[in-house]
């Protein structure tokens, strides 16, 4: 299957909606703009850290790369270049006077979620990203995109889309998705600092939240912690479990053996005495009085004699026997 082309894409549907007469317009209109008129992107997640060596390549050879930029009512908002832009400031700053003002390409069309999509696109390819960056780029990029597949009709399932975008698989953007969404924020901002990798940070959002929090305090006494690490502690937990349940079968059985054992009718029957019994028994006969019941002699009772008629029988019954 071809490789997803968002940049033409999005190209295409620019010129798509271009009005008739507006033909030769151009998309962008590169202009020069003083570097204080320009504003860093709410949007932007990217890591403006270390640009001292891109500082001294723009000084020793110039911007290579135009920034680009869109404007606003209070000057120019950046939406591609945000290290370029550190690294001029940083360079007007020091009083290079050539620096004052950048050479930007400024996008021409109004679509926030274009917008936000050429931040992300543009920046993948710019340098090598952390795997932070890289992460929350494809947490980014999947939210613009299921929201862009409202607008167009744009094959295939969202998370390929970002795989191919990001040049990468689609396993390795659901690992990330799962970064994103268990990792606890203790340990993501580790992993925004580089002192948990990727696999660690992956493997860690396997574990429920308060095992992670148990993980996180005994990576702070460590100092560091490896994918291997959160394996051994995963196997633990596992044989925990096991010991765990295992108990409680135990507990179980125990309870079972140490139920308490009830007589059974027969037992409480066979200890009652004849006086006992004939209560018993005149209380569940429905004879007496003309009718045969329980006993033989129930058609003897009358109602105010049928305790001594059933002790008879029983002292009978006992003669028999």
Not at 88 to 104: A, I, N, Q
Not at 157 to 182: C, F, K, P, W, Y
Not at 265 to 282: G, H, M, R, S
Not at 289 to 306: P, R, S, T, V
Request: charged fraction near 35%.
């Amino acid at each position: 299957m071809a490789k997803f082309n968002m940049m033409e894409l999005l190209n295409n549907n620019s010129k798509e909606n271009i009005n008739v007469e507006n033909k030769s317009q151009k998309k962008f209109k590169t202009v020069p703009i003083n570097i204080n008129e320009l504003k860093p992107s709410d949007e932007n997640f990217y890591s403006t850290e270390n640009v001292v060596e891109l500082k001294n390549s723009i000084e020793l050879l110039g911007l290579q790369q135009n920034l680009v930029v869109k404007k606003t009512e209070d000057g120019y908002e950046i939406i591609a270049g945000h290290r370029r832009y550190k690294a001029l400031k940083m360079l007007f700053e020091e009083g290079k006077k050539d620096f004052e003002y950048v050479p930007c390409k400024v996008e021409s069309e109004k679509d926030a979620l274009k917008d936000k999509l050429l931040l992300i696109i543009t920046n993948s390819t710019a340098r090598e990203l952390t795997d932070y960056e890289k992460t929350v780029q494809a947490e980014k990029l999947k939210e613009l995109l299921t929201e862009y597949k409202k607008q167009e009709k744009i094959p295939g399932r969202v998370r390929e889309i970002v795989a191919d975008i990001l040049n990468t698989s689609s396993s390795q953007i659901a690992r990330m998705e799962g970064i994103t969404n268990n990792l606890i924020p203790e340990f993501k901002e580790e992993f925004k600092e580089a002192k948990v990798n990727i696999s660690a940070a992956h493997e860690l959002s396997t574990l429920p939240e308060e095992t992670q929090q148990v993980v996180f305090e005994e990576f702070k006494d460590k100092g560091q912690l490896s994918i291997k690490d959160v394996r051994a502690k995963k196997e633990e937990l596992k044989k925990e479990s096991v010991r765990s349940n295992d108990k409680h079968i135990e507990k179980s059985k125990e309870e079972v053996v140490n139920l308490p054992r009830f007589k059974t009718n027969f037992e409480i029957v066979k200890d009652l005495t004849t006086d006992e019994l004939a209560i018993f028994i005149c209380s569940r006969c429905s004879g007496g009085n003309g009718y045969a019941g329980f006993c033989d002699l129930a058609i003897e009772c009358k109602g105010n004699n049928k305790y001594e008629i059933c002790k008879k029988w029983l002292r009978t019954q006992a003669q028999n026997n």
